[in-house]
Structure formats: structure tokens, C-alpha cells
């Protein structure tokens, strides 16, 4: 039988054994469903990597303060939700964040120490660019982030302004650090980097942790 | 004599009694004759003529249970056979020099398909039970 059908009857037994090459957890931002989160999910599933998307809705007036707190322990209990669901069929879990997505990742690591997310891509990134990537190095749960940048996107500027916690790291990357791989892009703008044909050749092989030209 | 994997499938389906008789009938000869025979759920099909949902259900199943053990098989896209085998996806590499065609292949899992092998409990209680 496919794999993909091997797979998804495994799923549906309580100790059923799936078979995949990895998993990963996609945040989308504010003012949207994040419809590249559905768009990326059939790129994933042919290279066999289990993808949850979370979707906490279209969200606008509960993202700025002071509401903001409120909103992102609901996005985080969804974070750690679908990690755990992962972590249940022993998968290590890539996250995908994109805008208020990234703070909502950055946040979940920080709130949760046992939430391990060893390889992370942000983009369109609202977290301070010196948000403490480091220490949640240190602490075990995260081992490479992939941030990609432009400085076009007006967004990440704006965001600290009415979101409580961000910063523009999106456009003017993290803190360096040797584990931070940072990209600038110069006409992808806030959300144009969400295209299956980056997801396959960019996204894929830093989850995976292999060479670009292989896969 | 019965198996003991297929019992414990018996008591969660008693209503698929009739295709997992077929079932354990087929798998039980097969690795009578060879033990290290791969259990394809398309031939069980088609030598048991039975329904395929049901067989790759309970083939799964026999997998949770420790009766059989999967087995990935990356298949050559340009249809000449096996391309590669392992126990699990991730042992595979992101792309493959085909030993079949001799063109390099990147992984899809559409390429790849589940087979089966008997656990070495199956196998030990095949041997020492009595066929028939």
C-alpha cells in the first residue's frame, strides 16, 4: 500500500506507527486564515512530513494591546497542542511562523520550557530583533532558526507600535548568532515568501537538515 | 490452530470474521513456506479475493500489535522496480542514484510503498504451532 494510505490508517489506531520523515507546526499572522498554511501542506505530505497547521482564526482588534497577551495564551495552547500530538508519535517538530505567528512561536518557547522546537523558519518576523534565541538554545529547544527578511515590508516597523512585544525583526534580522541563518529577500514583502515553490526548496531542506539541490 | 495476533483481531472485529480467516490463512502459508517472504497486501487481495480495505486495515493493525513489522519500499519512478529499502522513511536519503535506471530520483512519498514482515514472535509461534 501508498504510504500516505500506510499512514493514514496508523493514525486513526491509538497505538498505530506511522511512518515519517518529520513534522512540522505553521503559525499564520493577523488580518488573515493564512491560506499558505493549506497551500504548503500537500508540498509537505510529498516529502512525508507531518504538518499541523494552527489556526486560531481571522483576528485583527484582539491582536493589539492590551489585548494582546490574551490572544497569544491562546495561540500558544494551540502551539503546544499540536506539538504534543506530534511529540505522541515520537516526531521532532520544525515550526513555520509567519508575522504575529513568530511572536506567537517565540512566545509559546518562552512560556513553555518543554516545548522543543529544534528548527524554526520565521518570516515576516515581528519578534525584537534581540529576542533571546540564545537562552532557548541553551535551555534545549531550539537548534537552528531560519529568518528570512526584507526591508520593504513595513509591517514588522509598524507592529511594535500596536502589538505589545513586537519588534522588526523581519526586517532588520535577529541578534547575530551562528545558529540564526538570516536571508534577506529584496521583493517578497511581508507575505509573498509563502509559495510552495519556496516551501519546496527552501523550507524542506532546512526542516530536514539537508542541502538545498536535495530535495 | 489459530494465531494469536489474528485472535486479538478477531475480538476487536467480529464483524470481519470471515476476511481475517482468508487473512490469516494466506499469511500463515506464506511464511510456512518462507519465512522472510514479504507480506504484499495486493496479492492477499487477490489470492484470497477479499475486500482490500479490510486487508490493509488489519494488516496496520497486525503492525500495532507486533505481529509484522513494516517495510519501506522506494520504488523507481520511471516504473523498473525497487529502487530502495528500509525500515523506516527516514533512512532514506532526500535523493538516490537509481540502481535500476541510473537517473538520480529526489524522495516523494508518493514513491514509496508499505510492505510486511513477519515479527519474530509471529515467526516463532508459526513454527510451533501445528498447521491446519
Redesign the interface.
Given at each position: 500500500m501508498r504510504l500516505d494510505e500506510y499512514n493514514r490508517i496508523a493514525e486513526e489506531l491509538p497505538d498505530g506507527l506511522p511512518d515519517y520523515r518529520g513534522a512540522v507546526l505553521s503559525v499564520h499572522g493577523m488580518n488573515t486564515w493564512g491560506p499558505w498554511q493549506k497551500h504548503i501542506s500537500p508540498v509537505l505530505q510529498d516529502y512525508s512530513i507531518r504538518h499541523i497547521p494552527v489556526d486560531y482564526g481571522y483576528q485583527i482588534l484582539r491582536v493589539i494591546r492590551p489585548l494582546t497577551n490574551r490572544l497569544l495564551q491562546l495561540v500558544v495552547e494551540k502551539i503546544v497542542d499540536a506539538f504534543k500530538a506530534h511529540q505522541h508519535l515520537g516526531l521532532p517538530t520544525a515550526a513555520i511562523g509567519h508575522s504575529f505567528g513568530t511572536l506567537s512561536i517565540g512566545t509559546a518557547l518562552q512560556w513553555t520550557p518543554e516545548l522543543v522546537l529544534p528548527r524554526i523558519v520565521t518570516f515576516g518576523s515581528i519578534l525584537p530583533c534581540e529576542f533571546p534565541w540564545r537562552r532557548l538554545m541553551e535551555r534545549g529547544q531550539v537548534s537552528r532558526v531560519l529568518n528570512e527578511t526584507c526591508q520593504r515590508d513595513g509591517w514588522p516597523r509598524r507592529a511594535r507600535l500596536w502589538i505589545s512585544g513586537a519588534g522588526p525583526s523581519g526586517c532588520d534580522g535577529f541578534t547575530r548568532e551562528p545558529f540564526i541563518d538570516q536571508e534577506e529577500y529584496e521583493w517578497t514583502d511581508h507575505s509573498r515568501l509563502a509559495t510552495e515553490m519556496h516551501c519546496r526548496r527552501v523550507w524542506i531542506p532546512f526542516i530536514l537538515g539537508v542541502p538545498r539541490n536535495c530535495a | 490452530m489459530s494465531l494469536t495476533a489474528f485472535d486479538n483481531l478477531r475480538s476487536i472485529h467480529p464483524d470481519a470474521l470471515s476476511v481475517i480467516a482468508v487473512l490469516e490463512r494466506l499469511v500463515n502459508q506464506t511464511l510456512r513456506r518462507d519465512p522472510h517472504a514479504v507480506i504484499d497486501?495486493?496479492i492477499i487481495v487477490q489470492q484470497g479475493r477479499i475486500d482490500p480495505v479490510l486487508v490493509?486495515?488489519f494488516?496496520?493493525?497486525l503492525?500495532?500489535g507486533h505481529a509484522l513489522v513494516?517495510r519501506?519500499f522506494w520504488l523507481c519512478p520511471e516504473g523498473e522496480g525497487t529502487t530502495s529499502e528500509a525500515n523506516?522513511?527516514?533512512e532514506?536519503?532526500?535523493?538516490i542514484e537509481c540502481p535500476r535506471c541510473g537517473r538520480e530520483h529526489?524522495?516523494?512519498?508518493?514513491d514509496?510503498?508499505?510492505k510486511f514482515l513477519p515479527s519474530e514472535s509471529l515467526l516463532q509461534e508459526i513454527r510451533t504451532t501445528p498447521e491446519g
Amino acid at each position: 500500500m501508498r504510504l500516505d494510505e500506510y499512514n493514514r490508517i496508523a493514525e486513526e489506531l491509538p497505538d498505530g506507527l506511522p511512518d515519517y520523515r518529520g513534522a512540522v507546526l505553521s503559525v499564520h499572522g493577523m488580518n488573515t486564515w493564512g491560506p499558505w498554511q493549506k497551500h504548503i501542506s500537500p508540498v509537505l505530505q510529498d516529502y512525508s512530513i507531518r504538518h499541523i497547521p494552527v489556526d486560531y482564526g481571522y483576528q485583527i482588534l484582539r491582536v493589539i494591546r492590551p489585548l494582546t497577551n490574551r490572544l497569544l495564551q491562546l495561540v500558544v495552547e494551540k502551539i503546544v497542542d499540536a506539538f504534543k500530538a506530534h511529540q505522541h508519535l515520537g516526531l521532532p517538530t520544525a515550526a513555520i511562523g509567519h508575522s504575529f505567528g513568530t511572536l506567537s512561536i517565540g512566545t509559546a518557547l518562552q512560556w513553555t520550557p518543554e516545548l522543543v522546537l529544534p528548527r524554526i523558519v520565521t518570516f515576516g518576523s515581528i519578534l525584537p530583533c534581540e529576542f533571546p534565541w540564545r537562552r532557548l538554545m541553551e535551555r534545549g529547544q531550539v537548534s537552528r532558526v531560519l529568518n528570512e527578511t526584507c526591508q520593504r515590508d513595513g509591517w514588522p516597523r509598524r507592529a511594535r507600535l500596536w502589538i505589545s512585544g513586537a519588534g522588526p525583526s523581519g526586517c532588520d534580522g535577529f541578534t547575530r548568532e551562528p545558529f540564526i541563518d538570516q536571508e534577506e529577500y529584496e521583493w517578497t514583502d511581508h507575505s509573498r515568501l509563502a509559495t510552495e515553490m519556496h516551501c519546496r526548496r527552501v523550507w524542506i531542506p532546512f526542516i530536514l537538515g539537508v542541502p538545498r539541490n536535495c530535495a | 490452530m489459530s494465531l494469536t495476533a489474528f485472535d486479538n483481531l478477531r475480538s476487536i472485529h467480529p464483524d470481519a470474521l470471515s476476511v481475517i480467516a482468508v487473512l490469516e490463512r494466506l499469511v500463515n502459508q506464506t511464511l510456512r513456506r518462507d519465512p522472510h517472504a514479504v507480506i504484499d497486501d495486493d496479492i492477499i487481495v487477490q489470492q484470497g479475493r477479499i475486500d482490500p480495505v479490510l486487508v490493509k486495515r488489519f494488516l496496520v493493525e497486525l503492525v500495532a500489535g507486533h505481529a509484522l513489522v513494516r517495510r519501506a519500499f522506494w520504488l523507481c519512478p520511471e516504473g523498473e522496480g525497487t529502487t530502495s529499502e528500509a525500515n523506516n522513511v527516514k533512512e532514506f536519503p532526500p535523493i538516490i542514484e537509481c540502481p535500476r535506471c541510473g537517473r538520480e530520483h529526489f524522495f516523494k512519498s508518493k514513491d514509496v510503498e508499505v510492505k510486511f514482515l513477519p515479527s519474530e514472535s509471529l515467526l516463532q509461534e508459526i513454527r510451533t504451532t501445528p498447521e491446519g
